[in-house]
């Protein structure tokens, strides 16, 4: 299951981005999808996730910034991070589980800095 992520960069305190990733449509369709994000040193922790059945989680660092969304004419799942802080740099990480296995997809950089 090849997951592709992208649309990290660099941006300013206060900036929003858009991160996309692309799935397989059949793992799209019936999968709930997961972003998490990693810093040097630290394990990978989970940012939000977006089920079929339109449910969605949070990390509690960025509850009221980010936003999931999926569409499925692209079969893409969308991560808009907005009011972005120097602590939310990090690699950004899109996943999905399949029969008990994390398939991943490659990360993108995502940097907040003045």
């Known amino acids: 299951v090849q997951l592709q992520a992208s649309g990290g960069g660099l941006v300013q305190p206060g900036g929003s981005l858009r991160l996309s990733c692309a799935a397989p449509e059949r793992v799209f369709n019936t999968n709930t999808l997961f972003w998490y994000r990693q810093t040097p040193g630290n394990e990978r922790e989970l940012v939000a996730s977006?089920?079929?059945?339109?449910?969605?989680y949070y990390g509690a660092s960025v509850k009221g910034r980010f936003s999931i969304s999926r569409d499925s004419a692209d079969n893409k799942v969308y991560l808009q991070m907005n009011s972005l802080k120097p602590e939310d740099t990090a690699v950004y990480y899109c996943?999905?589980?399949?029969?008990?296995?994390?398939?991943w997809g490659q990360g993108t950089q995502v940097t907040v800095s003045s």
């Open positions: 996943k999905v589980n399949l029969d008990g296995h994390d398939y």
């Open positions: 977006s089920s079929m059945g339109g449910n969605t």
